[in-house]
């Protein structure tokens, strides 16, 4: 049957209460994570580290232009991963050869040159848009329509993915940053400087035991997700796609330039276009999809400030916080563990909760409102942190309150998106409004970028200044989508 039509057939007994196809999904995205978040830790770390010790010695500003650039492919190209899996290869076959690309572009990576280097960041994005909106949909494609178990299937599944998050920045926090791995290194006889393409490489190990693990358990997936049937003249809308993603794509990055900086006013034009657009349908297919690009611009400023963490985070963690335990040194790199550690103690306690509460729990909008919150307070708590460096570096503390706040909003808002956005689309269209999805997303990184580069080191008013402005920025949001909140539930008829 289908993806996505009536209720599928699988095969095995339940997974904690879910369709037992979940735990072939949770553990081949676990290790998926594995691999991105382990690379993802070190990323900016690496761009601003100096030549002599083994990175690429590249200023603040340019490491938060490639990681805004890099996070945003990344999501950008689901959309044509997404549409390329509806039309012609299914999403497990799409999770295979994105799953092996990546692997690819992680290997990649461990070459150390800096033009290894771009090239295995682009291999990564290309893989990962055919692998991440697909092993999505196919979550989505394990529950009925109106099964209660959706949002907590998805929470279940978001757990997973920080299983992975956690363990990565342990393992290439400590192979690249370690002084006690660099010196078994020097032990071999290698340069200690190439420690970091050992974390690298790391990462390709993480994306091929998940590889490994779906294609040993696909077979518990019943009918979900397997290749459809082609229609013919296919080839020109699959054009369009892929050209329109090019050209998006492209001007992004062209915005980068002062010349077209006007460019990035697109990023809240197209979504407004698009609720506009969709609403004046009329009918309800169109009202589903106008609330979705409404969740789409909210979900876009989330991740532009949640995605601080591997930008601004990272360098408070590395030169403005005392990085011990007890008198313990360890890698800046595993400030990135505290994320999903939180998301691993929490996850259950949602999941629980919106199965508890069923038909009585918030809707996905009031939900949103909530994931805005909290973050939004996350970088509140940051301003006193910043004011507190003009005394030296500060407590390790700050940033696991940062940590835990902005945990607590993205379990409100990121599973439930993901949940929200496989019941708004058609059942035609799962793929694709799953990777319209993940462009907010990819815009939300590219912004994270640009606030990013706006980061000082040595100037505590003007940190504090700068935090501020995130947590203003998210608050605004916040109070403009509560006003919209009645709307929403009126175009998401049907869907909670």
Not at 37 to 55: D, K
Not at 171 to 176: E, K, P, Q
Not at 333 to 348: C, K, M, S
């Amino acid at each position: 049957m289908a993806q996505g039509l009536g209720v599928p057939t699988f095969k095995g007994g339940p997974f904690a209460g879910q369709p037992q196809g979940l735990s072939t999904l949770f553990f081949a995205e676990l290790w998926e994570r594995f691999s991105f978040y382990g690379m993802r830790a070190l990323l900016t770390l690496f761009v601003v580290t100096p030549i002599a010790s083994g990175g690429l010695g590249l200023t603040t500003v340019d490491a938060a232009r490639v990681y805004g650039n890099y996070t945003m492919a990344v999501y950008m190209l689901s959309i044509p991963g997404g549409f390329i899996a509806d039309r012609y290869l299914g999403s497990r076959q799409a999770v295979m050869i994105g799953g092996s690309i990546i692997a690819l572009g992680h290997f990649t990576l461990a070459v150390p040159t800096q033009t290894a280097f771009f090239i295995g960041l682009a291999l990564v994005a290309l893989g990962t848009g055919l692998f991440k909106p697909n092993i999505s949909a196919m979550v989505g494609g394990l529950y009925g329509a109106g099964d209660e178990r959706r949002d907590a299937g998805f929470s279940i599944f978001y757990m997973g993915i920080n299983i992975g998050g956690l363990l990565a920045p342990i393992v290439t926090g400590y192979l690249a940053q370690s002084p006690a791995f660099q010196e078994i290194l020097r032990g071999w006889g290698l340069d200690p400087a190439m420690s970091w393409h050992w974390g690298f490489a790391a990462a390709g190990v993480g994306m091929t035991i998940g590889l490994i693990v779906f294609a040993r358990q696909m077979g518990r997936l019943g009918d979900v997700g397997i290749k459809p049937v082609v229609a013919a003249g296919a080839w020109l809308p699959t054009a369009m796609v892929l050209a329109g993603t090019g050209a998006v794509l492209f001007l992004t990055v062209l915005s980068d330039d002062p010349r077209f900086q006007w460019l990035r006013a697109a990023f809240l034009l197209v979504p407004i276009a698009g609720v506009v657009w969709f609403a004046m349908r009329g009918d309800l297919e169109g009202k589903h999809l106008a609330a979705a690009f409404v969740l789409f611009i909210a979900n876009m400023i989330f991740w532009a400030v949640f995605e601080q963490a591997g930008i601004t985070i990272a360098l408070f963690g590395l030169d403005l916080t005392r990085n011990e335990v007890f008198g313990w040194p360890f890698p800046s790199a595993w400030y990135q563990v505290l994320n999903p550690l939180f998301v691993i103690l929490l996850a259950p306690l949602f999941a629980f909760a919106w199965v508890r509460l069923g038909t009585r729990q918030p809707t996905s909008p009031v939900k949103f409102v909530l994931g805005l919150f909290f973050l939004g307070l996350s970088f509140l708590l940051m301003v006193p942190a910043a004011m507190l460096t003009a005394e030296g570096r500060v407590s390790p503390l700050w940033l696991v309150g940062l940590f835990f706040l902005q945990t607590v909003g993205e379990l409100f808002l990121s599973p439930v998106g993901l949940s929200t956005m496989t019941k708004l689309a058609p059942p035609r269209m799962v793929g694709l409004v799953m990777g319209v999805w993940f462009l907010g997303m990819a815009w939300g990184n590219k912004l994270a970028g640009i606030l990013g580069s706006g980061f000082t080191a040595s100037d505590p008013d003007a940190l504090a200044v700068f935090f501020l402005q995130q947590s203003v920025m998210v608050g605004i949001a916040t109070v403009a989508l509560i006003a919209l909140v009645p709307w929403l539930k009126q175009l998401m008829r049907g869907v909670r």
